[in-house]
């Protein structure tokens, strides 16, 4: 279920502030992104797609108002993220109020057996059951997942923390971002990314214990995740490359060009081709040194480019880009 309707809510899970309402186009240009996504996983063949807004759409006034009668405040209001905004005086609208009820209904519509969830999503799937039961049908059985924290670790893993791994990304950076996550992430990596089984896992804390080089078992777990999403050769690849620009100080085959205009300022070109996350994280590494370019290290955050002829950025450990004249 492509939950196309219940985007333009806004789902509150989780969140200590309002979560901005997309537009239809914008969740029409998601939902090409997400069917690529999603056929990675599962095979088109058997797959269904439908989409939310089908039936909460079709629902109409009176329809809204009967469903919205089957739930009641005081049970939406024990979801953990709404007490603590109102505990602490923030707003909570009542149209966030109303999104688990409205993903709720989508398990009535198409009179789910089975619903999928991180631990987050317990309020809106324990709703759906709820709300079968209030139109007489059998209540889904509910599984939940732990939720993956992203590569910093602490908070999940969302491409809104800017801390996560593309399903479509290039091999070379998918690896090189794994190989990133901090050594206590490494079984729950090995659990929920790359899927190991009991043995395996079993075999990683084993390993572990014994004091086995982290760097090892990360290069093994994003190793099994490139080639879950990519193919061996892929994977054997990828760590070539990271072998090359990490062990030996090299460059990767392929990286992105930037033509750079005279005059312009090295802390903007980074932040604005997306090297950094902001221009604030752009000026820290500036400052800490981890910025070069063809391995002299600026830390002037006032830095002026001036690039007669193409040059090798380096933005952190991680991140490269050719400059080009403008």
Not at 63 to 83: A, C, M, N
Not at 200 to 224: F, Q, W, Y
Not at 245 to 267: C, H, M, T
Request: glycine share 8%; net charge negative.
């Amino acid at each position: 279920i492509v939950g196309d309707f219940t985007a333009m809510i806004g789902d509150p899970s989780g969140q200590s502030k309002t979560r901005p309402q997309l537009t239809r186009e914008e969740v029409e240009a998601n939902v090409v992104r997400y069917e690529q996504q999603l056929y990675r996983i599962l095979d088109p063949k058997r797959t269904e797609i439908r989409y939310n807004s089908e039936w909460s759409e079709a629902l109409g006034t009176r329809g809204v108002l009967e469903l919205l009668g089957k739930y009641t405040v005081s049970q939406i209001l024990q979801r953990e993220d709404f007490s603590k905004r109102l505990d602490a005086g923030d707003p909570v609208f009542i149209h966030e109020l109303l999104y688990p009820i409205f993903q709720g209904y989508d398990s009535v519509a198409v009179e789910a057996d089975v619903e999928l969830g991180g631990y987050d999503q317990r309020l809106n799937l324990i709703v759906g059951r709820e709300l079968q039961r209030s139109f007489d049908q059998p209540p889904q059985v509910i599984m939940m997942m732990p939720l993956l924290e992203g590569l910093s670790g602490g908070a999940k893993m969302s491409k809104s923390y800017n801390n996560y791994v593309g399903i479509e990304e290039p091999p070379s950076g998918m690896f090189g971002k794994l190989m990133s996550i901090p050594d206590r992430l490494i079984e729950q990596y090995f659990d929920l990314a790359a899927c190991a089984d009991e043995a395996k896992l079993e075999e990683v804390r084993k390993r572990l214990a014994s004091g086995e080089n982290p760097r090892d078992l990360k290069a093994e777990m994003a190793r099994m995740v490139v080639v879950r999403y990519h193919s061996a050769q892929a994977a054997s690849d990828a760590e070539a490359e990271f072998a090359k620009v990490f062990s030996e100080g090299g460059v990767p085959d392929e990286i992105p060009e930037i033509a750079v205009a005279s005059g312009s300022k090295l802390v903007d070109v980074i932040a604005a081709n997306n090297l950094t996350s902001s221009k604030g994280e752009a000026r820290r590494l500036i400052q800490q040194g981890a910025v070069s370019i063809e391995g002299d290290k600026i830390t002037d955050i006032d830095h002026v480019l001036s690039i007669a002829s193409p040059v090798v950025l380096k933005v952190g450990k991680r991140r490269f880009a050719q400059l080009l004249p403008g």
